[in-house]
């Protein structure tokens, strides 16, 4: 940073003088006028005035969204039942297509009626079902979809599957578990020591050599806190199906990214 230095005459003895200064004298009467113009101010502010007060307009926050999901029956077979959502209400037609869009990539609806095609193609009158559903919530300003997809082709048992999507319901953006925090690689590592503390109370419910980590994309959030579940053979054999774990609130708190966009917007703020 350059520091300021005052300006010297040539010879370097006496400080440049502007030659338009005015004598000290000559500002007396401006002063006093100046004076008694704040003084005439100042009484008639405090003197009570007839003149309605205006009132203050403050700015209002945005009205909440109300997204509505609608059901589409899209398979509706012995084998095969498909009942997809709909995200409709939105703040602009869009946002609302491109959410749309996306959560059919997300849930995988084409890999779904792809499965129910050539099923019915090749095995028409085989052992095979398909089966897909989903929840809905609204957490301030965010939609959370669940979809639960069930595909047997044979064999021993057949295949769950769970997907979750957070959605801002007013930009459309899809915000991902680490969005939450601050420093997600500090985060991982202090949920991942806090589920692996877990695992060692119960460790017949997990593989002797189950890992927490990297952490699950399956979560939901809860009054006490988020619930990350594991899905089938990630930590444990598939007869003991999703395995979840409760993260107290008070760790995510201490972890989250306040002024952050995710948690803003779970707020509704």
């Not at 338009?20 to 500002?27: C, D, Q, T």
């Not at 499965?115 to 019915?120: I, Q, T």
């Not at 201490?254 to 803003?264: F, K």
Request: hydrophobic share 40%; net charge negative.
């Amino acid at each position: 940073m350059s520091r300021m230095q005052a300006t010297r005459s040539p010879r370097g003895k006496q400080p440049i003088r502007s030659a338009f200064r005015l004598p000290i004298v000559a500002w007396g009467a401006p002063i006093a006028v100046a004076v008694a113009l704040v003084a005439v101010t100042l009484v008639a502010l405090a003197l009570p005035s007839n003149k309605p007060i205006e009132p203050v307009t403050l700015a209002t926050p945005p009205p909440p969204v109300s997204p509505v999901i609608e059901e589409a029956k899209v398979l509706a077979t012995a084998k095969a039942r498909v009942v997809f959502p709909i995200v409709t209400n939105l703040p602009s037609r869009r946002v609302q297509d491109a959410v749309n869009a996306r959560v059919e990539r997300e849930f995988g609806l084409q890999d779904m009626l792809s499965f129910a095609r050539d099923m019915e193609r090749e095995s028409p009158d085989g052992s095979w079902e398909i089966d897909f559903g989903f929840s809905a919530e609204v957490i301030g300003d965010v939609l959370h979809l669940r979809g639960l997809r069930y595909t047997f082709a044979g064999g021993a048992h057949g295949d769950t599957q769970k997907c979750d999507v957070y959605i801002d319901a007013r930009s459309g953006e899809f915000y991902a578990f680490d969005q939450l925090f601050r420093n997600y690689e500090i985060a991982n590592a202090v949920i991942g020591d806090f589920i692996a503390n877990e695992m060692k109370k119960h460790p017949e419910e997990t593989f002797p050599d189950a890992n927490p980590l990297p952490l699950p994309s399956l979560y939901t959030f809860t009054p006490e806190g988020v619930c990350l579940e594991y899905p089938p053979y990630r930590i444990a054999p598939y007869s003991s199906g999703f395995v979840s774990y409760l993260v107290p609130k008070e760790m995510l708190l201490s972890l989250i990214e306040g002024s952050g966009r995710y948690y803003r917007a779970l707020l509704g703020v």
